[in-house]
């Protein structure tokens, strides 16, 4: 009896530790550090299993608010080529990063930006895709960040975001939802891991459009406008 209850107690006290460290970690590499580790490791296989959950399309115009600096922009800016990837970001030394990062892999298709993700320098009904990780929660201002992204995405446009439990600034998922709801967002898919959620909504149509055809994309396959693919 002794021993199991020794046991347990070495359980608890490992779980914290292995809480504890993972929360260090997120914390010196970013809000995204736990996507954009490890090309070859595990992380780069949870990188892949994210850019999955995104449903990223060929073609697409995408803006990634509060990017990584790893990882899972140069993922996403392959995907959508011959798209466009823009990253917004408030710390122009991570978009430094990224920059150099897509130089050294040959990746053309992106385009970085300084910029207040609740004052965004960008024309509206812009963007196809607009992606955020672990960023909901340290624009300061949620719900001004929402309602900027409502007007830069296009009508039918996709919302997807990310978010870990052990990043700094977690937004759960019934808050975002209830962040979005006014601006006319409905929630069309949400995929749940061990560490973060993946939650997508999209932008109602202003008047009704041609028919939706089917649009394949690896393994995935879900219904988009073709003509919003063009900007």
């Known amino acids: 009896m002794y021993q199991r209850e020794a046991l347990l107690a070495a359980l608890i006290v490992l779980g914290i530790l292995l809480l504890q460290n993972a929360g260090k970690f997120i914390r010196r590499g970013g809000p995204s550090a736990l996507f954009s580790v490890g090309v070859a490791g595990r992380t780069g296989r949870l990188v892949d299993r994210l850019l999955a959950q995104h449903r990223l399309l060929p073609g697409a115009y995408v803006l990634l608010v509060g990017p990584d600096p790893g990882l899972f922009s140069l993922g996403v ?8 990837l823009t990253c917004l970001d408030a710390e122009p030394p991570r978009l430094k990063t990224i920059k150099e990062a897509a130089r050294e892999n040959g990746v053309k298709n992106i385009v970085t930006l300084a910029g207040d993700a609740t004052h965004m ?3 509206a009904n812009r963007f196809d895709q607009v992606v955020l990780i672990n960023s909901l929660g340290q624009t300061g201002d949620q719900e001004a960040a929402l309602a900027e992204i409502a007007r830069v995405l296009k009508d039918n446009g996709r919302l997807t975001i990310s978010d870990s439990f052990l990043a700094p600034g977690y937004q759960a998922v019934r808050r975002v939802v209830r962040l979005a709801a006014p ?5 069309t898919r949400r ?5 973060f959620y993946t939650l997508e909504m999209v ?3 202003k008047a009704a459009g041609p028919a ?4 394949r994309s690896g393994r995935l396959a879900w219904t988009e406008q073709p003509e919003q693919l063009h900007g």
């Open 121 to 123: 320098p960008f024309s």
């Open 203 to 205: 932008k109602p149509l």
């Open 77 to 84: 800016a392959r995907l959508i080529a011959p798209g466009w």
């Open 183 to 187: 601006l006319g967002f409905s929630v």
């Open 191 to 195: 995929t749940n891991n061990l560490f």
């Open 212 to 215: 939706p055809v089917q649009a």
